[in-house]
C-alpha cells in the first residue's frame, strides 16, 4: 500500500522561508515521478514542482521559479520543496503527489499560511 505523508508547513512572515518535505512508502524500486501541488482557497489545484526518481525535473511553474527549489532522495524515498521569499499568495494547502504506473496517489497537505 503506497502512503504520502507531508510535513513543513506553518506560518510565516513574507520574505520568510519554508521547507516541506514529502515521505513516500510502498512504492518499491520503480520509477516515478513526485512533487508538489498547491491549492489556495477558491483555486484550482495547480502544479508547483516535479521531479523524477533519477532526481531530474520534470516541470516547475512560473511562480516557483527563482524562488522555490525541490529536490528528492531516491533511497529514502523523500521529496523536498524549499520555499524562500514567499509571498502572501503562496498561502495554500501544499500537496505531494507520487505517480507511477498511471496512478496518482495523494497526501494529505500540509497549510503554508504567508502573514504579517
Known amino acids: 500500500q503506497v502512503t504520502i505523508v507531508e510535513s513543513g508547513g506553518g506560518l510565516v512572515q513574507p520574505g520568510g522561508s519554508l521547507r516541506l518535505s514529502c515521505a513516500a512508502s510502498?512504492?518499491?524500486?520503480?520509477?516515478?515521478?513526485m512533487g508538489w501541488y498547491r491549492q489556495a482557497p477558491g483555486k484550482q489545484r495547480e502544479v508547483v514542482a516535479l521531479i523524477n526518481s533519477g532526481g531530474g525535473t520534470e516541470g516547475e511553474a512560473d511562480f516557483a521559479k527563482g524562488r522555490f527549489t525541490i529536490s528528492g532522495d531516491n533511497v529514502k524515498k523523500m521529496v523536498y520543496l524549499q520555499m524562500n521569499d514567499l509571498k502572501l499568495e503562496d498561502t495554500a494547502v501544499y500537496y505531494c503527489?507520487?505517480?507511477?504506473?498511471?496512478?496518482?496517489?495523494w497526501g494529505r497537505g500540509t497549510q503554508v499560511t504567508v502573514s504579517s
Open positions: 503527489c507520487l505517480s507511477r504506473f498511471g496512478s496518482d496517489y
Open positions: 510502498g512504492i518499491g524500486d520503480v520509477w516515478y515521478i
